[in-house]
């Protein structure tokens, strides 16, 4: 049986031969373990890249947001994730991975949540992300991205993980069951 190969796995070869992201790229490289978050963070926000660095990777999905691989080994993944008006992930969490991305073009819209001793999930927190903006994500940090600028601006955001995220724990608002005996909120006839 062949031994697991230790190298990265996957390579953009233009995005990985771009100056701005070769220094990142060979400190991801070296990594034989989960990367450190605080670690991670800095490197991000020591960047100077621009939508041209990592332009050649980036497809957008029609229907969804995209992930487009830069470099990826077992220990870690670069990504270039592309978003159309309207696009956003699911919620969720991060545990078992250190998660942070850049946003490198457009402007993206954060909003964190709080599980709640009911179960249910409470929005706590909206951050409007311009270009430069920097994410960290602990393991218990639940969030969803998304791009909720107007048709025909596009978002895209340099992301991180470490090690390589295989799933992800997602969380769902609560629908509504309406209300034991007569219902207001029945649909009916209009007034005027
Ligand atoms: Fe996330």
């Known amino acids: 049986m062949p031994k697991a190969a230790?190298?990265?796995?996957?390579?953009?070869?233009?995005?990985?031969?771009?100056?701005?992201?070769?220094?990142?790229?060979?400190?991801?490289?070296?990594?034989?373990?989960?990367?450190?978050?605080?670690?991670?963070?800095?490197?991000?926000?020591?960047l100077n890249i621009t939508r041209d660095d990592v332009e050649p990777a980036c497809c957008f999905g029609a229907?969804?947001?995209?992930?487009?691989?830069?470099?990826?080994?077992?220990?870690?993944?670069?990504?270039?994730?592309?978003?159309?008006?309207?696009?956003?992930?699911?919620?969720?969490?991060h545990r078992g991975v250190s998660c942070a991305f850049r946003v490198v073009h457009g402007v993206g819209t954060e909003i964190r949540f709080e599980l709640t001793p009911s179960g249910m999930i409470c929005p706590v927190q909206t951050v409007r992300m311009q270009p430069g903006y920097v994410c960290a994500a602990d393991d218990a940090d639940i969030h969803q991205v998304a791009?909720?600028?107007?048709p025909g601006e596009d978002?895209?955001?340099?992301?991180?993980?470490?090690?390589?995220?295989?799933?992800?724990?997602?969380?769902?608002?609560?629908?509504?069951?309406?209300?034991?005996?007569?219902?207001?909120?029945?649909?009916?006839?209009s007034e005027g």
């Open 63 to 93: 229907r969804s947001y995209k992930r487009n691989v830069i470099a990826a080994s077992p220990w870690f993944e670069l990504l270039a994730l592309t978003w159309r008006s309207g696009q956003c992930t699911p919620i969720h969490d």
């Open 147 to 150: 791009n909720m600028q107007a």
């Open 6 to 46: 230790e190298s990265p796995v996957v390579q953009n070869a233009a995005c990985c031969a771009s100056p701005a992201l070769r220094p990142l790229i060979g400190y991801l490289q070296t990594l034989t373990h989960r990367a450190d978050l605080a670690i991670l963070t800095h490197h991000l926000q020591s």
């Open 155 to 189: 978002l895209i955001t340099l992301h991180i993980y470490s090690p390589r995220i295989s799933k992800m724990n997602t969380y769902a608002f609560k629908v509504s069951e309406g209300c034991d005996g007569s219902n207001p909120y029945a649909p009916g006839p």
